[in-house]
C-alpha cells in the first residue's frame, strides 16, 4: 500500500509560483508513474502532469510553458512548480501514484492552492 502526502500549498497573488511536494511510502518509488491532478469547486477532477519513472512528462495544455513537474527517485518525492499563477489555477490538487508493476492507483489527500488579490 502506497501513502501519498502533499505538502506547499496556499494562497498566492496572481502572477506569483508556488511548489507542490508530494512524498510516497510504502512502496517502490520507481515503480511508481507520479501525477498532479486538480479539483475545482463544482467542477471534476482534471490531469496536470504526469511523470514516469524515465523521466517523460506530460502537460494539460491549460499549464504549459508555466508548470513543471518533477521527481528525485531518491527522496522519494515528485514536485510541481507552479509559476504565473492565475485565478483560474484555484483548486486542490492531488498528487497520484500508478503502479506500473502490478495493481494500484493511488491517491493523496489534496493540498488547496488558492489564487486571488
Known amino acids: 500500500q502506497v501513502q501519498l502526502v502533499e505538502s506547499g500549498g496556499g494562497l498566492v497573488q496572481p502572477g506569483g509560483s508556488l511548489r507542490l511536494s508530494c512524498a510516497a511510502s510504502g512502496g517502490t518509488f520507481t515503480f511508481l508513474d507520479m501525477g498532479w491532478y486538480r479539483q475545482a469547486p463544482g467542477k471534476q477532477r482534471e490531469l496536470v502532469a504526469t511523470i514516469v519513472s524515465s523521466g517523460r512528462t506530460n502537460y494539460a495544455d491549460s499549464v504549459k510553458g508555466r508548470f513543471t513537474i518533477s521527481r528525485d527517485n531518491a527522496k522519494n518525492t515528485v514536485y510541481l512548480q507552479m509559476n504565473s499563477l492565475k485565478p483560474e489555477d484555484t483548486a486542490v490538487y492531488y498528487c497520484?501514484?500508478?503502479?506500473?508493476?502490478?495493481?494500484?492507483?493511488?491517491w493523496g489527500q489534496g493540498t488547496q492552492v488558492t489564487v486571488a488579490p
Open positions: 497520484n501514484a500508478v503502479n506500473t508493476a502490478g495493481p494500484g492507483n493511488y
